[in-house]
């Protein structure tokens, strides 16, 4: 038994217990690591990122203690004026916040501040720090980025009041803005850290009430996980603080916002670095250089931190409360008294609990681990099967003398499966495809990309006996300044995410502008007519701008949220299911679907006699090409 005990206790105990006897000096990596594994200690529990149930007072309107820690650094450090009449004057990361409970802009902080639960002396630290560092373990336990860590910080005797310094939380973006600057933050600093930090935690009408009157809103679905999410919800108009909307619908601020929803790395990179600049705002001290420390990541984020837009939990150990803490009938958690690292390793009660506590959860471990495999290989069944019906179409395509399309559906395949069977097809079809390259004029199997398809078995001697466009030197393609300037135009755009600048049009566009914009650039700037640098890239442009504009589904998206649907981050934001291309007339056209169909439903048949052959080699590129066959 007391081997079992030994065994569990190593696997599962990831606090650490200090000495009396006192942890490194000062700003010490060793002080800095002990630190670190007082407030995890804190924050481990299962749904502790999202809801601490036994650390705060009862009557707290917010048990999300990761939130609070992070929230506390903006509040301390976010005092910092360099253009006060005196350095005393200038505030920032010196824990004055401990004078300034009272205050409207840190409401409902005072009880959370991380001193507080600094609760063995021997670790050597001032307030100050103490705050910071709670600040940064909390973003990284949580699922954020890794932030530099560098001690050092005083603690004031002279604290700067935050009125006038510190945003309210009902403050407009007008009145914030100047606030924000005085610090010298730049765009990227204000989106990452007013909205990007709003990732965790909620609003509550015991602390806000001419915001809300309900006990807890969340600032977006996964409260209990710091992620790019709340990005995405305030584009859809989701902004518990006004604050957030008026930050996604600033001209300057807007492209932030929706990088950040559609990179998560791309957000984390730039907290990591905004983070780490409000947390070393200090005054008549130099900070040691960055130290290295050790902070676990939190387990099974996800499902203990994702909630509605209502704050209701809805998985985990916390499910069916609000994320407060609160029971959906308003009544609060039951308060019990948690054991400090030093503490805990004292007491045979509380070791015999948490030995049964950990034995529990080896065992939700183990079942956990068991549910993974099996969903694993299901997936892995799943797949097999999708990657041999590709096998066979692409066998069906290449048998119908589509050997582009053969090509695209063996390479689904290898991607879902790769199996000695659809490596030995893919290495076929490619040596067929070269074949065809060399020789176009009677030994492929397939037809060539940009030759016409004729609707009989014949080949037309002047068709044969005339050289495609592949075939020709691309310096013998003439170009004109006008298309030179256009491609320029198109990649401005583009860079910018514009669809419809890239097709020359204004958001108030009709379905019929739309095509017409199109068929003009599609003749403009084909491949096969102009030899100005850049043509491929704009020609897939004009393309791709279209395939989101002429899908009323996708345009509706892009409009909405400005992002682009087709990426990962449009697909989030939108939360619909479907798949394949919607034309104007509400038809649904799939990604297997021959593309001389498509030309015949979507361009109207005969309607369009002057575009000759070009424009149906086109089409058959663009509907073959895996950037714009959509599945």
Known sequence: MSLIKFFLTTLFLNTITVSAQGIGIAGSPQAAQAGVEQFQFFLQAPGNCLISHTDLPIDAPS????????????????????????PALYGGANA??????????????????????????????????????????????????????????????TPQTPIGRIPEANERYLTVKPKLQRMGWTNEDIVVLVTGSHTMGGIHAANSPQLTNKSYIPFDTTPGVFDNDVFIRVLAGHCPVPVDCDIANDPELRPIVQRYAADQKAFFDQYAISFAKLSNQVTGVTLNPAMSISIAVHANLLEEGTTDLDGKILS???????GNGMSITGSNTTHVNKATPSQQSNSSIMYSSGFILRGFMLCVVWISTCGILSFTYLYILMNRDESLRCLEISKKKFAAGETVAALKFANKAIALDVSTETQTWLEFLNNQSSTADTKPSSTSTGPNLRQRHSSTSETHSSSSSKPTAAQEDESSRPFTDLQVKGIKKIRAFKTKGD???????????????????????????????????????????????????????????????????DTRAGAAAASRGGAGFRGFNGQRFEG????????????????????????????????????????
């Open 63 to 86: 048990k999300n203690l990761a939130a609070l820690w992070i929230r506390a650094v903006f509040h301390d450090a976010g005092t910092w004026d360099p253009n006060a009449v005196a």
């Open 96 to 157: 004055g916040i401990r004078s300034f409970a009272n205050v409207s802009e840190n409401a409902g902080l005072f009880a959370s501040l991380a001193p507080r639960f600094q609760q063995n002396t021997a670790v050597n630290m001032s307030a100050a720090d103490t705050i910071a560092l709670a600040g940064l373990t909390s973003v990284t336990h949580c699922g954020g980025p890794h932030i530099p860590y560098s001690p050092g910080r005083i603690d004031t005797t």
């Open 499 to 565: 669809l419809y600048g890239i097709l020359g049009l204004e958001k108030d566009c009709s379905e019929s502008d739309i095509k017409k914009a199109y068929r003009k650039l599609a003749l403009q700037f084909h491949p096969d007519k102009c030899g100005a640098p850049g043509t491929d890239e704009a020609f897939k442009a004009i393309s791709h701008a279209f395939t989101v504009l002429g899908d009323s589904d996708k345009k509706e998206h892009y409009d909405r949220y400005g992002i682009d649907p």
């Open 316 to 322: 985990g150990p916390n499910a069916g409360m609000l």
């Open 592 to 631: 297997d679907i021959s593309p001389e169909d498509l030309f015949r439903m979507f361009m109207g048949g005969d309607d369009f006699p002057g575009f000759g052959e070009w424009l149906q080699s086109h089409l058959l590129m663009i509907w073959n090409t895996d950037t714009f066959v959509h599945s």
